[in-house]
């Protein structure tokens, strides 16, 4: 089954983060190894959610990934400059869907989905969305 474009553009996206090919990203074909991309994909959430204020260092809320697929879409090489763009899919009771795309200049290299959980550092548990959370995420959200 061949491979939605969705996601694929660069005006798909509302937040961009900047990111790079490390030579140590490549497999030995002298391509970037897929681990890479979820490296890539880590990079540009967590500058998005440091941007929205999601997340802080000692912040008692913070956010657990409870889910991350990756679809590959093209070869990546050696070097490299990369943008991370990011939009919010969904968002749930105590958890929010980002939609994340991987790009090299104008061509999309992969896109990936990651759904994450608000989570309580001190008790350790799912707690739900509140109303400036939900602010805070809308202006991302799309379609």
């Given at each position: 089954?061949?491979?939605?474009?969705e996601g694929t553009r660069p005006e798909d996206y509302r937040y961009w983060a900047d990111e790079r090919v490390r030579f140590y990203d490549l497999d030995l074909m002298g391509h970037v190894n897929n681990v890479a991309y979820t490296i890539y994909a880590e990079s540009g959430r967590a500058a998005f959610l440091r941007h929205i204020g999601f997340w802080t260092e000692?912040?008692?809320?913070?956010?657990?990934?409870?889910?991350?697929?990756?679809?590959?879409?093209?070869?990546?090489?050696?070097?490299?400059?990369?943008?991370?763009g990011l939009r919010v899919l969904k968002i749930g009771g105590s958890s929010f869907t980002l939609g994340i795309g991987i790009f090299a200049g104008a061509v999309c290299v992969a896109t990936a989905q990651a759904t994450l959980v608000r989570f309580d550092a001190e008790t350790r548990k799912a707690i739900a969305l509140d109303a400036a959370d939900r602010a805070l995420l809308a202006?991302?959200?799309?379609g």
């Open positions: 089954m061949p491979l939605s474009t000692t912040g008692r809320r913070q956010n657990v990934i409870a889910r991350l697929e990756i679809d590959y879409r093209q070869e990546l090489k050696y070097p490299n400059e990369l943008k991370v202006p991302y959200q799309v």
